[in-house]
């Protein structure tokens, strides 16, 4: 009987759930065709199974010439419908979790944290891995590769931006070297709440939303300081108020709430951190700290090897000695730094006590004598734990505390116009180069 008599369009699978090929007489097993006449395919299995088992070797067989107990879904060894069971399984799984990843990623606020947490582990190195996880998380969070991109770009050009920002109004910047107290503060938040709202615009935001969430983040910078929520130990939990801050600003005025927390969290990281912040460290690692608020202990009469020619000098020789020992000083300084050099100040003095006895005195522009990793202080020298973001303003606020002469000063980087003011005010000579 022909088999279009009989044969429809939902009946076209056999026994073995296999298509049937009645006009020529062949059944399709998906990887192979079989002719059950020959009881044999008409092309080899590519894989053996069972390298123990000589029926496996008969790449022709179907399930090892035992058709009335076992079927061959796929048309290959049991492997290959393993196999593709596992495949599809894994894949199944690896998608999940892709599409579980997308959905919370696309949680704007979600997204701003985890960025915020990256930045804040890598931005001593500089922008680069922050402005990489921005890209990252956006085309994790389903962004096209150009939305990527732009995001890697914006962030990137922030954090530059905050970072000059910062030259202006932290560490040895003109506006935070201006005098200090309430009017040098609200400087400090204007600038930032300008930079926040020219950044907003060039990210398509809006101005108002920027100037929000970058004067308030500043505020509570200075704010959480003024509670003591400095150093190394806090740095999460600082961050955190900041961050917050800068998102609250921005959504009371009409915009997002993590856009206004990543301005505020750059502008901390990039801005106040980078340039000698207090986010590191509440004491000094070195052993040699002393704390100018402990009493007037001085080191005197302890010799220092790279200083000995000026106790037995005067006049012009005294003034030669010293500049070179201090610039040889700034320099061993500056190199122990490595990369923090470019934005941490460390400075050195010559004084006398009141018995005539010379003492050198280390600063920096970090705050509470915190010294970067390679850092140290010589014997006999005293290191000036300051908060004023200027290493020469700390030795010298060292030395009037302490009732020491200070005589010479020098930096690792180019002293700022308002300290060559204060040290020229105060008698002191600079012996390294002015800004």
Known sequence: MPASLWQTAKT??????????????LVHMNGRVYDPQLGRFLSADPVVQDATDLQAFNHYAYVRNNPLSLTDPSGFSFLGGLFNAIGKFFTGVFKAVENAVKAILRNSIIRSIIQIAIC??????????????????????????????????????????WKFEGSWTTGNGFISATGGGIGTSAA???VHGVVGGALSLAGGGNFLQGFAAGSFGEIATQGTGQLGL??????????????????????LTGGKFANGALTAAFAYLFNYCYHGGACFSDTPPSANYQDPTQGKTLAIGIANPFFAPIGGASGVALETDAAEFIVSRVNQLQAAMGAAADYVTMGVGVAEDANGVTQ??????????????????????????????????????????????????????????????FLDQAGVKAVTPLK
């Open 12 to 25: 076209t699978r056999g026994y073995t759930g296999h298509e049937e090929l009645d006009e020529v007489g």
């Open 120 to 161: 804040a582990m890598t931005f001593e190195s500089g922008p680069g891995i922050c402005a990489a996880a921005a890209g990252a998380l956006t085309s994790l969070a389903g962004g096209t590769p150009l939305q990527a991109l732009e995001a890697f770009a914006l962030t990137f050009v922030s954090a530059e931006v």
């Open 188 to 190: 400090t938040v204007l």
């Open 230 to 251: 400095s150093g190394g130990q806090n740095l999460g939990l600082r961050l955190a108020v900041v961050a917050a801050a800068g998102g609250l600003a921005s959504q």
């Open 360 to 421: 050198v005195i280390v600063g920096t522009s970090e705050a509470a004598g915190y010294l970067r990793p390679g850092v140290t202080i010589d014997a006999g020298e005293l290191l000036a734990a300051g908060t004023e973001g200027h290493a020469e303003i700390n030795i010298l606020a060292y030395a009037g505390e302490n009732e020491l002469n200070l005589l010479w000063v020098g930096a690792t980087r180019p002293i700022c116009p308002a300290c060559a003011s």
